[in-house]
């Protein structure tokens, strides 16, 4: 049964760069017909879709979020990544790593990870 | 602004049955996507509640069910208890914005 659990700082300064990492237990990141998403949700807000990277190292990113946004793959590890740089307030959120298998525009996010609280703040 | 509207609360009495609906448009709901529906219990991840309009995953009470017509989708909760208070979310693609996409969320009271 796939597990996934997210980790990185929890304080990021306005305009540096983002970074967290989603290692993934259970089954292989290269297991095809699987998507690695991250999602977020700023408190007390809803969620929202930040991208997806396919097994095979695709990436589909929102475009509200592309030009700033980065996701890739560690095979080696089993773990999955997202950079999001020049950050303000506004991203400040709870950022949640989970899987989706088949196809990307049919289908739905399960399992989730825990999340993890990232604030940006100087 | 999500594409998809969802009312940002509802609720009922101990037994009750309470719907939760999901508005989208030509380029969600309309294009023929499906939609899932998610609970989030406080401080906890989304979990999955109904997949592909009206799944239920492994483990999820026949309380629970969804419907998808056009452009719209609804979630119905029966028998409603106390462990149901909850934020439920519903989730699709849209074309247009080429995104997963979720409503804003719709938070359900026990009275």
């Known amino acids: 049964q796939l597990q996934l659990q997210e980790s990185g700082p929890g304080l990021v300064k306005p305009s540096e760069t983002l970074s967290l990492t989603c290692t993934v237990s259970g089954g292989s990141i290269t297991t095809k017909n699987y998507y690695w998403s991250w999602i977020r949700q700023p408190p007390g807000e809803g969620l929202e879709w930040i991208g997806n990277i396919y097994y095979s190292g695709s990436t589909y990113y929102n475009p509200s979020l592309e030009s700033r946004l980065t996701i890739s793959l560690d095979a080696s590890k089993n773990q999955f990544s997202l950079k999001l740089s020049s950050v303000i307030d506004a991203d400040t959120a709870v950022y949640y790593c989970?899987?989706?298998?088949?196809?990307?525009?049919?289908?739905?996010?399960?399992?989730w990870g825990q999340g993890t609280l990232v604030t940006v703040s100087s | 602004q999500s594409v998809l509207t969802q009312p940002p609360s509802v609720s009922g009495a101990p037994g009750q049955r309470v719907t939760i609906s999901c508005t989208g448009n030509s380029s969600n709901l309309g294009a023929g996507y499906d939609v899932h529906w998610y609970q989030q219990l406080p401080g906890t991840p989304p979990k999955p509640l109904i997949y592909?309009?009206?799944n239920r995953p492994s483990g999820v009470p026949d309380r629970f069910s969804g419907s998808k017509s056009d452009t719209s989708a609804s979630l119905a909760i029966t028998g409603l208890q106390a462990d149901d208070e909850a934020d439920y979310y519903c989730q699709s693609y849209d074309i247009s914005l080429r995104s997963s996409v979720f409503g804003p969320g719709t938070k359900v009271t026990v009275l």
């Open positions: 989970a899987s989706l298998f088949g196809d990307f525009d049919y289908s739905w996010f399960d399992p």
């Open positions: 592909y309009n009206n």
